[in-house]
């Protein structure tokens, strides 16, 4: 037999080069951008390794629009390469090249070396990507982990910040925790179903009748906590604030934005693909999660004072209205979620634009008194800001109104109208704070000159900020650039930033773009929402 | 001509001007803005002398699908329910706008900017044929107003104009989602597909004969959407914002805000609630009565105490509102035609007066209070006069159109419910005892301490007396309204009266865009004088 | 079911009782005698002169891991190498894959200066 063997010829397995090329394309930027950042000289390593970070990503938005409207199954069944993957990987890609232009400046980069940093954000990407195509237990977890390691790592890159090493620190343990639990019930639903491939997983309980099997149960329920961790839905929530806030702000960005789309990409895949016939028993919980979240995310959010803290409430609220299109598991409810996320990004990017841009220009740090008087002192800031607030909040005009349009609709349409009333309810309880943010913009009047300019006349926030001190921490950091007049907050002195002033703009206008014009956006989510085929 | 060009008017007209160079050191964005809704409002006047009072079911559609997976159309249309209330929208925006170029404003591009935008969206609402369409612009004409407010706003702003901006939207959110459940149930319920469109609810489901939603749905959607209206009104329990609000918006948006917005409100029942909910509607008449009986008694108890002239203002439109809905909920064709005739009149009072108020501020070292007023009609009598004939049109004096419009109302609601029409002649005695006080210790009795009677200059009354002759012209020929009007008020009260008195079905045809309309339940037609009407 | 783990239990409770058997013999047996070299952690040799408090420096645990790291990943290489012709032109590519990506790893280990000993 062993002859045979030896003598028989044995191929090398079929391989998609297409369906992976996003993912190649990332891990492949990864290793030469990490390669870059060895470079001898300070700016070489800056320039050439964000600007091969942005090429990166350029190339796997490229490949993923070059495979759209594919259907196919690529790595042995591991990965599921369509238009729901590849959509969400359109808005994990765009979120990736938006963080690399909010880090260009950014001092985390700098005191993490650039090749790191652009390395790490390339392989957390690369990681959703595979998080959002797998069709497998195990390509879920391996998915979760490699978007995971690395975000620990960068939450913590401010090395001379400890807010930033003790979000990365405060990440680590709660995300070990959550992929813990969520290891444990995929474990359940192996031993419950006997397979890790999502079909059969699919078959085996409808065929079994296993929708009420305990073991399946149990499984299910952990595998919603551990997922409920990563994409923050209350009350697995708590580190969400702290992290957020803790992290350095681009960073904050790349998680809000990009770990949410992943984390709720694969809900969709999950709990629409693999446990879709067990959706009498898992949607209720789900609901009353999504509900928890709306209720938690925006009561939390009331009383904020430091920008990042309320968005990262906001960012808990906002998952749970997107729960609300995986819970109806339909194809509107997939399509008002892949909807949302797009919108979810473009509102995102704007306001974390602006609170990068205030961070290095005041001093403040992201205290709401940052962007006070940013209306008069800053149009082209505010404009941003301004309709990020307001398309969060649900206006008109905005694609945040047209998002909440189809989750609402979605909601109602799946027998869920409860659900839609309360994401109505959430969004007018998050009225209060994000009005607060616009009117501290337009009706406020701005820091006075010499605020922005020498010492911060705000004592006790300045005091209380991490930004409070920079210049001791500046002059011990290679990048940090040098004290200038050696006054309180210099060091985080910036001025013209055209790349986040330009970001922020562009997603400002997108957001207008698509509330007026939603129908490039919607095809996108319809395409995402009908490949899953099981739904109806 | 398409309705899209006279809803973005104005707003492109504003924008362009806030893109538009500076001449000298103040731009012209004011005059742009105008520029944009006196062209509106030229657009309107011939679409009024063009309309046809024969003709029922909507004009000039514009119907484009919007979001193609929800089956919401940017649907436009306008018939004789909401044309002179786009022409309201257009005389009051023109004048309040012109008159707000009197002033020099911090930011001017802005406010301009605004204020285009604020008209845009009020018409917008008003023409919208599609009910997420409408909601939208609903929403959308209030956020000018919350940056008017709070950037240019009196003390205060920013805790008033968060308090009107979470007031009225947590209404309109509740709208929001008692519409999206309106089309999700009348496609779940008829079988056909997800659309959004006035027409499509009403034809496809057979809403009027109930077949659509049933009763029970009927009852929450109507509560939320008449929450929403009513608080835009602002109706009694739920006028907390107005006090604040009224207070510190600038007079310009305030006279548009008051003018108008408030009327996008009781608009919004006639064109949505009543046909889309009849049993509902009838339903919950009785309470919609008080509702409407507590605002006209409390607005006008409060409209006499008070002694700052906006805040009169503000709760003499609580009482005139309640007046309205009472027309409106009295179901009755006199009732609703009299309800769409004095939201014309009372939009148009209403700027008058708010220009009127900034003019006594200027006269009494800025202040809009009574006590700081008094004999301003010393050397201003062209400023008096004007007054007096705005104040007598408020009080509905009998000659003027706001007689015919109460009238109207008063008598429908006899018809429906006596009780309430006799308690809600004492609103009609109220408005006349708060109007002539502010009238006379405003302009009369002892000159104020530190007031100043002046007459009124030639830039201000140009604002101020156009608006004072469409007063006068609509109060000698108030048929203008009623006769293009007529029709469809009546269709749009129709399904609610089929269901409250269903003898009259045969008689009253349930109400359809494409069914023409040979019913003539009113009398009131060609030879209807301003005196009265009568079967 | 359950029966198939019979012997399973009789083996443990075998090794449990035979091993406290033992135990306890020599404790009873067996002679006692108390010497200060009886305590030390080996009988023989010399003395350690190691304190309790020694930490070991960053850079073992540095370079330790990283040898595992790279001896670990080596090994993946000697069965493809076995197999080589079978697979053919492919097993070539992959393994020239592999090993490039362990010189970029290796060369960034280096760069970075983890395997200078501090």
């Known amino acids: 037999m062993s002859v045979a063997l030896a003598a028989a010829r044995l191929h090398g397995p079929h391989i998609d080069w297409g369906g992976l090329s996003p993912i190649l394309a990332l891990l492949g930027g990864a290793v030469v951008v990490l390669l870059v950042g060895l470079a001898p000289r300070r700016e070489v390593r ?47 890609v765009s979120a990736g090249a938006a963080t690399v232009l909010l880090s260009w400046r950014a001092r985390a980069s700098g005191e993490a070396g650039h090749g790191e940093f652009y390395a790490l954000v390339l392989t957390s990407t690369a990681g959703m990507s595979v998080l959002v195509a797998a069709q497998n237990t195990v390509s879920l977890f391996l998915g979760i982990e490699l978007l995971s390691i690395p975000l620990y790592v960068l939450c913590a890159t401010e090395l001379h910040r400890s807010p930033s090493l003790e979000s990365g620190l405060k990440y680590l343990v709660i995300g070990s925790v959550g992929s813990a639990t969520l290891l444990y019930g995929l474990a359940m639903i192996y031993g419950a179903t006997g397979s890790t491939d999502f079909d059969a997983i699919a078959s085996a309980i409808a065929s079994g009748g296993l929708a009420s099997d305990p073991l399946l149960l149990t499984g299910i329920a952990l595998v919603v906590v551990g997922l409920a961790f990563k994409s923050s839905v209350a009350p697995f929530h708590q580190w969400t604030p702290d992290v957020y806030e803790g992290a350095p702000t681009p960073i904050t960005t790349f998680m809000a934005v990009a770990t949410k789309a992943a984390a709720l990409g694969i809900f969709l895949r999950f709990f ?25 995310g925006n009561v939390g959010a009331l009383g904020q004072s ?100 189809f989750l609402i609709q979605a909601s109602a349409d799946g027998g869920y109208t ?21 009117a501290a913009m337009w009706m406020r009047p701005g820091p006075s000159l010499g605020a922005t300019e020498a010492a911060s006349p705000y004592p006790a926030i300045a005091g209380g900020s991490p930004e409070a001190d920079p210049d001791a921490i500046g002059t011990s950091t290679p990048a940090a650039p040098p004290a200038g007049d050696g006054g309180p907050g210099a060091g985080a002195r910036e001025g013209f930033q055209p790349e986040v002033v330009g970001l922020a703009l562009a997603a400002g206008a997108a957001t207008v773009f698509f509330g007026i014009v939603p129908s490039p956006l919607v095809d996108l989510a319809r395409a995402a929402g009908n490949s899953l085929l099981g739904l109806f | 001509m398409p309705l899209s060009i006279l809803i973005w008017l104005p707003a492109a007209a504003a924008l362009l001007g806030a893109l538009a160079p500076r001449r000298g050191s103040y731009p012209l964005t004011g005059w742009f803005a105008f520029a944009g809704s006196v062209g509106a409002l030229g657009i309107t006047i011939g679409e009024i002398a063009g309309f046809d009072p024969g003709h029922s079911g909507l004009t000039h559609v514009t119907d484009q699908l919007w979001i193609a997976g929800l089956g919401i159309h940017y649907k436009l249309g306008l018939d004789g329910l909401n044309l002179f209330l786009v022409a309201l929208t257009a005389v009051v925006s023109a004048l309040a706008i012109g008159a707000a170029n009197r002033r020099r404003w911090e930011r001017p591009r802005l406010f301009f900017l605004y204020l285009g935008l604020a008209e845009s969206a009020v018409l917008g609402a008003l023409m919208a044929q599609d009910l997420i369409l409408f909601v939208a612009f609903f929403d959308l004409m209030l956020i000018p107003f919350y940056f008017l407010t709070g950037q240019w706003g009196e003390e205060n702003r920013v805790a008033a104009t968060t308090k009107l901006v ?81 207070r510190a918006m600038p007079l310009e948006a305030l006279a548009i805000f008051s003018g108008v917005l408030s009327k996008v409100g009781a608009y919004g029942f006639l064109r949505i609630v009543l046909p889309l909910f009849p049993q509902a509607s009838v339903h919950f008449q009785t309470l919609m009565l008080v509702i409407a009986l507590a605002s006209i008694l409390y607005g006008s108890v409060m409209a006499f105490t008070q002694t700052n002239t906006r805040l009169i203002l503000g709760y003499s439109s609580v009482a005139q509102l309640g007046f309205i809905t009472l027309g409106i ?192 339940t009113s009398t009131l037609g060609a030879g209807a004088t301003h005196s009265g009407a009568t079967r | 079911m359950l029966r198939s783990y019979l012997p399973a239990l009789v083996f443990l409770l ?105």
């Open chain 3, 14 to 118: 075998l090794g449990g009782v035979v091993g406290l058997a033992f135990a306890l013999l020599n404790h009873r047996l067996g002679p006692h005698r108390r010497v200060a070299h009886k305590q030390d952690p080996y009988e023989c040799g010399l003395p350690s002169e190691v304190r309790r408090g020694f930490r070991f420096g960053i850079s073992f645990y540095l370079v330790a891991m990283l040898f595992i790291l790279f001896d670990i990943e080596v090994i993946f290489l000697y069965p493809v190498a076995v197999r080589v012709r079978a697979f053919g032109a492919f097993a070539l590519y992959e393994t020239i894959v592999f090993i490039v990506l362990l010189a970029v790893a290796f060369v960034y280990v280096w760069r970075r200066g983890a395997l200078e000993w501090r």
């Open chain 1, 46 to 92: 800056r320039l050439v390794a964000s600007g091969l970070a942005l090429v990166a990503f350029a190339a796997a938005l490229g490949c993923t629009i070059w495979q759209w409207d594919a259907s196919k199954s690529i790595v042995s069944g591991a990965l599921r390469v369509d238009d729901l993957a590849l959509a969400v990987n359109l808005i994990l």
């Open chain 1, 272 to 296: 629409d693909v693999a446990l879709v016939s067990a959706q009498v028993s898992w949607a209720p919980a789900l609901a009353a999660l999504a509900t928890i979240s709306i209720v938690v």
């Open chain 1, 418 to 438: 409860w659900l839609g009333v309360v994401i109505v309810v959430g969004s007018m309880v998050s009225l209060a704070y994000y009005l607060r943010v616009v």
């Open chain 2, 166 to 246: 979470i007031y009225t939207l947590v209404g309109s959110l509740l709208m929001l989602a008692a519409a999206i459940a309106t089309g999700v149930l009348v496609s779940t319920n008829t079988a056909h597909p997800l659309s959004f469109a006035l027409s499509d609810l009403q034809n496809a489901g057979g809403i009027g004969a109930g077949a659509g939603l049933s009763a029970g749905s009927q009852e929450w959607i109507f509560l939320l959407f008449a929450a929403a209206f009513l608080v835009k009104m602002p109706a009694f329990p739920l006028h907390g914002w107005m006090p604040d609000g009224y």
């Open chain 2, 329 to 520: 909920f009295a179901l009755q064709p006199q009732g609703a035609q009299g309800a769409v005739l004095q939201m014309v009149n009372h939009g148009l009072v209403t700027l008058a007066l708010f220009l009127i108020v900034g003019l006594l501020a200027a006269r009494a070292a800025g202040s809009v209070d009574l006590r700081d007023m008094g004999g301003l009609a010393l050397r201003a009598p062209v400023l008096s006069a004007i007054f007096l004939i705005v104040a007598l049109a408020t009080l509905a004096m009998p000659g003027s159109s706001n007689f015919v419009g109460e009238f109207l109302i008063l008598l429908g609601v006899f018809r429906s419910k006596l009780a309430i029409a006799i308690v809600a002649f004492t609103g009609v005695v109220l408005a006349s005892v708060y109007m002539l006080r502010t009238l006379i210790r405003a302009m009369h009795n002892r000159l104020g301490t530190r007031a100043e009677s002046r007459e009124i200059a030639l830039a201000d009354a140009l604002a101020l007396v156009p608006s004072t002759l469409v007063i006068l012209g609509l109060s000698f020929y108030p048929q203008l309204v009623l006769h293009r009007s007529e029709r469809s008020t009546a269709a749009a009260i129709a399904a609610a009266r089929a269901t409250a008195q269903p003898s009259q079905t045969a008689r009253a045809p349930l109400a359809g865009a494409s069914a023409p309309q040979p019913a003539r």
């Open chain 1, 306 to 405: 430091s920008l990042k803290r309320l968005l990262a409430y906001s960012a808990v609220a906002q998952a749970g209205y997107l729960l609300a299109g995986v819970v109806v598991s339909t194809r509107a409810g997939a399509r008002a979620t892949v909807f949302y996320l797009a919108v979810y990004l473009l509102m995102n990017l704007a306001a974390f634009a602006v609170v990068v841009a205030r961070e290095r220009e005041t001093g403040l740090g992201d205290d709401i008194a940052a962007v006070e008087g940013l209306g008069a002192s800053r149009p082209w800031l505010a404009w941003p800001m301004t309709i990020a607030m307001l398309s969060l909040a649900g206006i008109p005009a905005t694609a945040g109104f047209v998002g909440k349009l």
